[in-house]
Structures are given as structure tokens and as C-alpha cells.
């Protein structure tokens, strides 16, 4: 919690509820004295701390109750009667009800001074040492129409939907600002379209624009083949070069109608992938992300790296520019046949990529390797820190994450094993909401 002292008002707002009933109805003005890694403010009422929705820190705001738990209450801010310094008017017209920006209401100086807080509260957490840490400028970019990526909902009415927060409605959207401009368009085209294109059996549809325009519509059993020559038609007249299906059994992998040639530049490199694998959502902030990795590692035209949950490459073949050489290991088969492809096409000959199930009872890292990449999922990888851990020739590991809690906890084990974090940088992939990624470098004693 935040050592700040609480709003003067702070006892003087407490209120007291002696209902369930009354708890889901009465209007409580509450002081937050803390924010919640999601962004909620944090406060105190009859000595149980409240989570409130919407509101900010140092603000004194009178909130409606919406759950009562054993330890805590739920709330949402009503109104907002001493609002933060760092309040602004949020852009979007659908920010009250839409789940994805959930800090549209804190200028973006102000978000990143958020979760660059967050991101030290999860060290602090798990015991990490950052007394000699050296912190790099956190890396930015647009805070608007940067998603080359988007998913919609469709609900009974067939309109295009994301989802509330939590994930328990579909709300309808007209516009969005998070979207670059050319998948704006597409966003405007569809949603114009959709009346007249049957899209009964389509639970939702997916769109890039990554080098070339491309839909992916995901459908249940009721979807009738006949109903593709349509959309293959208006796909045609609105210059969308893909098309794919995706079924429910996604053992059985995605249908490629038409194929769109997605791909992105990055470090001199074209990347091509498919619709269905993971790409970076911010161009411009991947960017400065694979340039700062290559750049901690410090792998020289002698050095062997080890990367680990290598994806199709994204890191492997810049760094690989610059190394002796690189083995990138991954489980899925799809990614790791992209990687080679793109090895090849960029004429990068110092790669190996294979897939390898780094969480498998008898895998181990190569003996003689001194830098590793780590970009594990959201989960972590503990018991590969572990490992990396006892492999002695290991010196200097860059590791990328995208939850914090979890890189604070493998780094953890490092740490026992006299690895020092000697690095670090808050990455904001995503700009208006509260997800937090971040890069560190360690290096071993």
C-alpha cells in the first residue's frame, strides 16, 4: 500500500452500512488513498478496504456498493466530488461500459508513472534487490491508434461488440480510438456491411492490418459453406486480401480462404505470419523493445544465444544479426516452421529453431551458452529459471515479460542464484489500459 497519508477527509467519509440491502443501494463518499494493479482506488469502510471503479488516487468520490465480500467491499465511483490533478476526459465514447481501456480517465504521464509503480510494488513483492538497479526511460509510443490487431463480438443483433470488463457482456461499438486508421476503416465498412452479409453462425471476427488487410471470421457448427462466396465477394470490393475461418476445434487449425500476406518490418527484416499467430500489438514500442534486448544481451559475433519461448522469431533474427549464433526453442510447431521460413528469406544462416517443450522433466539448457532471451507467457516460466539457474555457463539473461507478478517470482530464483538485476524497463504495449510489460537484464555474479 502507498505510504502517502490519507486524504484529511478521509475518517470524516467513512460511512456505515448495516444491510446487504442496503449495501447494493446507498451512495458511501469514500477517500482513495491507493490504486489496485487494475486501477481501481483502494479505500477503507467500516474498517474493510473498498475497490472502487473509476476512481483515482487522492480523489474523495461518492460510490454505489456493488458486492460485499467477507474481507472487502466492490464499488463503482458515481461521482466525483475532489477529483485528482491527473483526471482528464476520456476520449471514447464507450469508455463507462467498454472492458478494454480502463485508464482512459489518467492522462498517459500519468499511466505510465501507474504502472511503473505496479511494476516495482511486484519486485519489492518478491524480494527482488533493485538497490543497484539501473532503470531505463520506460518505452513508449502512440497512445492512440496503435492496435493492428482487433476482435469483435457479435451479439443476437449481429452488431460488432467487445466486452465489458470482466468479460460477462457484449457491448455494441460504433467507434474506437485505440485502432489504427486502416483498421478503423475496416471497422466502419464492416459494421456498415453486416446487415446484408450472412453472418448467422459467426461468434466473432477478428481483423489485422499488418502489411495488408486481413478477417478472420470465427464460427460455430451453424455456419453453412454457401455462405463464403459472399464474403469472399465483399472482401474483394473492399481490398481485404485474406480471408480465414476458424472453427471451434482449433486442433484442426485455420482455414485459409484467401491468403493476405501479413508481415511487418523490423531491424532491416520482413516478418511474414499467418492470421492466427501472436504478433506484437504496438509497432513502435516493439520496436524499441527487440532494439534494447539485442542490445542487454550484448551477444558478439562469438557468442552462441540460447532463446527461449522464441515464438516465430520476432527476437531471434535481429539478434541474430549481431551474434555467432542463435538456437530459438518453442512448442508450437506453427511458429517454429514461420521462424526457419524467416531465417531463410532474410538470408540469415546462423539460426537453428526446433520444437522443444521447455517445461518437459528432462530438458535442460546446452551446456557452453552464456546469454539467454527469455519471453515466456503470461504464466511464467519458474522451473526453466530453475534450470537456468543450475547451467553455471549461463552469465546474462535478458528476460522479457508480460505480467510482472510472475517475471518478479522467476527472478526470484535467479536472485538465490547470485544473478544481480543490473536493468530494467517498463514496456507500455498497451497505452489506456493497465497491463504491464516490462524487460529486465540480469547478469550472474
Known amino acids: 500500500m502507498s505510504n502517502k497519508r490519507p486524504h484529511q477527509g478521509q475518517v470524516r467519509h467513512q460511512s456505515k452500512l448495516n444491510s446487504n440491502a442496503e449495501t447494493t443501494s446507498k451512495l458511501v463518499r469514500l477517500s482513495i488513498h491507493d490504486m489496485t494493479h ?26 454505489q456498493i456493488v458486492h460485499q465480500k467477507s474481507q472487502y467491499f466492490e464499488a463503482k465511483s458515481v461521482s466525483v466530488i475532489e477529483p485528482s490533478q491527473h483526471r482528464i476526459l476520456p476520449v471514447c465514447a464507450h469508455f463507462s461500459v467498454c472492458g478494454g481501456c480502463q485508464l482512459q480517465h489518467l492522462s498517459v504521464e500519468n499511466q505510465v508513472a501507474f504502472k511503473q509503480n505496479q511494476l516495482v510494488r511486484s519486485l519489492v513483492k ?8 539501473e532503470w531505463h526511460s520506460p518505452l513508449t509510443g502512440d497512445a492512440w491508434q496503435y492496435r493492428r490487431r482487433a476482435r469483435w463480438a457479435l451479439n443476437r443483433q449481429g452488431d460488432l461488440c467487445f466486452r465489458s470488463a470482466g468479460g460477462k457482456y457484449l457491448v455494441p461499438i460504433h467507434t474506437c480510438p485505440q485502432l489504427s486508421q486502416p483498421l478503423s476503416d475496416c471497422f466502419v465498412q464492416l459494421r456498415e456491411a453486416l446487415p446484408k452479409l450472412p453472418h ?3 461468434d466473432e471476427i477478428e481483423c489485422l492490418a499488418i502489411g495488408s488487410l486481413s478477417l478472420v471470421l470465427h464460427i460455430n457448427q451453424q455456419w453453412r459453406d454457401h455462405h463464403l462466396s459472399h464474403w469472399q465477394k465483399w472482401c474483394e470490393q473492399m481490398g481485404i486480401t485474406g480471408l480465414a475461418i476458424q472453427t471451434p476445434d482449433r486442433s484442426k487449425g485455420l482455414s485459409v480462404i484467401s491468403d493476405a500476406n501479413l508481415h511487418y518490418q523490423l531491424s532491416g527484416l ?9 504478433v506484437q500489438t504496438h509497432a513502435n514500442v516493439n520496436q524499441q523493445m527487440v532494439s ?4 542487454w544481451l550484448a551477444a558478439g559475433a562469438v557468442d552462441q544465444v540460447l532463446e527461449l519461448f522464441c515464438g516465430m522469431g520476432n527476437f531471434s533474427l535481429p539478434i541474430a544479426q549481431r551474434a555467432g549464433s542463435l538456437l530459438g526453442l518453442e512448442l508450437n510447431e506453427q511458429s517454429v516452421a514461420t521462424a526457419k521460413a524467416n531465417a531463410i528469406a532474410n538470408g540469415i544462416t546462423n539460426t537453428t529453431f526446433a520444437r522443444v517443450d521447455l517445461f518437459a522433466p528432462d530438458w535442460r539448457p546446452p551446456a557452453n551458452l552464456a546469454h539467454v ?11 526453466v529459471c530453475e534450470r537456468i539457474a543450475k547451467q553455471k555457463s549461463i552469465k546474462r539473461v535478458v528476460y522479457v515479460s508480460c505480467h510482472p507478478a510472475t517475471m518478479a517470482r522467476d527472478m526470484a530464483v535467479l536472485q538465490r542464484a547470485q544473478f ?26
Open 38 to 63: 487494475d486501477g481501481r482506488g483502494v479505500a477503507k469502510l467500516d474498517g474493510k478496504t473498498v475497490f472502487v471503479t473509476g476512481a483515482l488516487m487522492d480523489e474523495v468520490v461518492d460510490a
Open 126 to 133: 518478491s524480494g527482488i534487490n533493485t538497490d543497484k538497479t
Open 200 to 202: 448467422q453462425g459467426i
Open 270 to 278: 520482413n516478418f511474414h505470419f499467418s492470421p492466427d499467430q501472436f
Open 292 to 295: 534494447l534486448a539485442k542490445d
Open 373 to 383: 532471451l527469455l519471453d515466456p507467457p503470461w504464466d511464467g516460466a519458474q522451473l
Open 420 to 445: 544481480k538485476l543490473s536493468k530494467m524497463a517498463l514496456i507500455d504495449q498497451f497505452p489506456q489500459s493497465y497491463h504491464v510489460e516490462a524487460i529486465a537484464l540480469l547478469i550472474r555474479a
